[in-house]
């Protein structure tokens, strides 16, 4: 018995080396600042698991036509892995997605590729963490700006900010996030990550994402990680805006499982079809709005923030 656990354990040990053999690849050190008189964006997050409802959503979004894709984590079910990362994110994105770092095998050939722009940029979620190998296989997939696992873009007016909410202390991101938009020059600022600061869903609020946003002039927040589409404004906070979209194609939670302060806090909910979110820039003000597949043509939700409008 005892030859027999010693044989288990040597062969567990080799799969672990094996399975974390891949190097890191070095960030290219990219920068994007793509001028633009107008935009459409979509946000999907929690989506990375190929099936029906990921193909659907991907449709809808296609059909949107967008200068490009944002998300808000969990882009490659179950554990970030290397080996499932044509299935959930190539086979529907990969037409967005210029990643001429990436080993020649795992490059999207798509038409981002001929254009030689990218239009895909995610941010991490705990799904894309879970594997032997961390989030390397994620890194070495993506091509995208600054150190990869978070960094800046900006494209028209709207100045975006990814930010990686898998990290155990923000500390250092935080830091980063302030000096990036204490010189932002653009109309806009939209920060996006995976763990929502505040959500009725199942998940709750992660307390480690509750930075200054206000104080740091940002208009919206995105994040994912409760499987429901859900918009929080917050008393003394005017004007920005918590979108939570983790209805990209996983699964869909119920809303209110953990309610917040109504004294607090003002919540609309969805929680009965998946879906994205379409940003619309028009030069002058920025359109937000969530549609279901449910209703294609009607969003669910939908705010205005008209700031070189006033």
């Not at 409760?226 to 119920?254: C, F, M, P, V, W």
Request: net charge negative.
């Amino acid at each position: 018995m005892r030859i027999k656990h010693s044989l288990i354990s040597a062969i567990a040990a080799l799969l672990i080396v094996g399975c974390d053999r891949d190097e890191l690849r070095d960030s290219p050190g990219i920068e994007v600042n793509m001028a633009a008189d107008s935009l459409v964006f979509a946000v999907i997050g929690d989506y990375g698991l190929d099936g029906e409802n990921e193909a659907a959503v991907a449709d809808l979004v296609k059909n949107w036509n967008p200068d490009f894709i944002i998300t808000t984590g969990d882009n490659n079910y179950e554990n970030g892995e290397m080996s499932t990362i044509e299935d959930n994110i190539t086979r529907h994105y990969g037409d967005y997605i210029y990643n001429y770092d990436a080993e020649e095998q795992y490059r999207c050939n798509g038409k981002a590729f001929e254009e030689q722009i990218n239009r895909f940029f995610p941010s991490p979620g705990n799904h894309d963490t879970y594997g032997f190998s961390g989030m390397k296989p994620y890194l070495n997939f993506f091509t995208l700006p600054g150190n990869e696992k978070y960094y800046a873009f900006t494209w028209g007016d709207i100045a975006f900010f990814s930010l990686n909410s898998t990290a155990s202390f923000m500390g250092e991101q935080e830091s980063w996030l302030k000096e990036q938009l204490t010189h932002s020059e653009k109309s806009y600022n939209i920060v996006y990550f995976h763990h929502s600061p505040y959500s009725t869903g199942r998940h709750g609020d992660e307390r480690k994402m509750q930075l200054e946003y206000y104080a740091m002039d940002v208009d919206v927040v995105f994040t994912g990680h409760d499987h429901i589409y859900s918009r929080i404004e917050k008393t003394g906070e005017e004007g920005l805006y918590y979108i939570i979209n983790g209805a990209g194609g996983k699964s869909l939670y119920e809303c209110g499982a953990n309610p917040l302060d109504e004294q607090e806090f003002e919540v609309t909910c969805y929680d009965e079809d998946f879906g994205a979110i379409k940003g619309t820039w028009n030069g002058y003000e920025l359109t937000i709005a969530f549609y279901a597949l449910g209703n294609t043509v009607d969003p669910v939700d939908r705010v205005f923030i008209g700031k070189q409008a006033e």
